[in-house]
């Protein structure tokens, strides 16, 4: 299914860093599966390497296997009903925020005034800041990706009952590759629910095994593509026909839980969500950890960098002390 096709593309560079692109996409190219030069788990067997960031980490083997198998994991229970309660209460806080609500920040649902998304979070919330250090979270990631890391995207996202719109089928590394220069494969997703997630209230959907390669997608990446993609995705989204083979060989996952479960996920897996149409209210904090070997560079296309509440590109620090459970 895989082709090995590979473009030696054209060097970014940034900061006088030049960096190949191994995962060209949006360049008037015919869409295909590219191999994935990159590791998964960075951390080869828990407890080894000692000197490595995350060595000894929150995850056991077994779930360490399943990761690079998979793209993902579904964890239940890692945080208490007490903290998701903290969570829940800063969360319609935050949504209630007259501040907040006349942020760049805040992303609206296509055609209504509902909020679908609100980004960095964990710069504009205290009790958010500290859930992103959080062992539980940051150091698995250290922990998968082998490196000190840093919040490259934060955000909170909304599906409210009758009206929560679908998040298109994507691979999230193919667009903070493209529009933000993340160089490799060496970023990850942790998804804390903060409702319950249902088979039907527009639960988050994973592709197993999705992403041990790279779908390269078709099309220009317009100016100030983000200003449209973050309500409703058309450039970076998989045809049917490779969407079809993926699906094919590894099936379809619905990442259901009750509040305080997490679901990690590579950068590359290829995963979406359906439209809510229950009453049910379903939402979830992200926060995507990068490698700091990973920072982002300029961009792999023509245009100016997104803003800074969507990719962390000032004043990257790696996340340190990382608070115990």
């Known amino acids: 299914m895989h082709s090995n096709q590979r473009s030696v593309g054209r060097p970014m560079v940034e900061a006088s860093q030049a960096v190949l692109d191994h995962y060209p996409s949006r360049n008037g190219n015919v869409s295909c599966f590219i191999d994935r030069i990159d590791p998964v788990v960075y951390?080869?067997?828990?407890?080894a390497d000692a000197d490595m960031p995350g060595?000894?980490?929150?995850?056991?083997?077994?779930?360490?296997?399943?990761?690079?198998?998979?793209?993902?994991?579904?964890l239940d229970d890692v945080f208490t009903e007490d903290e998701v309660a903290l969570?829940?209460?800063?969360?319609?806080?935050l949504r209630a925020s007259p501040d907040i609500q006349r942020c760049d920040a805040v992303i609206r649902e296509p055609g209504s005034d509902d909020v679908r998304s609100i980004f960095r979070v964990h710069a504009i919330s205290a009790l958010f800041q500290k859930l992103s250090v959080d062992n539980r979270l940051a150091g698995s990631a250290q922990q998968l990706l082998g490196d000190q890391v840093y919040i490259h995207q934060s955000r909170l996202n909304f599906k409210p009952g009758f009206r929560g719109k679908e998040f298109y089928w994507h691979s999230d590394f193919e667009t903070w590759h493209v529009e933000d220069g993340m160089p490799a494969m060496r970023a990850l997703s942790m998804s804390v629910t903060l409702a319950e997630n249902s088979a039907l209230?527009?639960?988050?959907?994973?592709?197993?095994?999705?992403h041990k390669s790279y779908l390269s997608c078709e099309g220009a990446t317009p100016e100030k593509n983000f200003r449209t993609s973050l309500k409703q995705q058309v450039y970076g989204v998989p045809n049917d026909e490779a969407l079809a083979q993926l699906v094919d060989a590894g099936g379809i996952v619905a990442?259901?839980?009750?509040?305080g479960s997490v679901i990690i996920f590579d950068c590359n897996t290829m995963h979406g969500s359906n439209g809510n149409i229950t009453p049910y209210l379903r939402s979830n904090i992200f926060f995507v950890y990068n490698a700091m070997s990973n920072r982002v560079v300029a961009p792999f296309c023509e245009h100016a960098p997104r803003p800074e509440y969507i990719c962390t590109r000032e004043n990257i620090r790696p996340i340190a002390g990382l608070s115990k459970r």
């Open 55 to 74: 060595s000894n980490g929150p995850l056991n083997q077994s779930t360490l296997d399943d990761y690079e198998r998979d793209g993902f994991v579904i």
């Open 87 to 93: 969570f829940q209460t800063e969360l319609d806080v």
């Open 201 to 210: 209230n527009g639960p988050l959907l994973l592709i197993p095994g999705s």
């Open 255 to 259: 990442a259901t839980g009750k509040p």
């Open 43 to 47: 951390t080869r067997r828990h407890g």
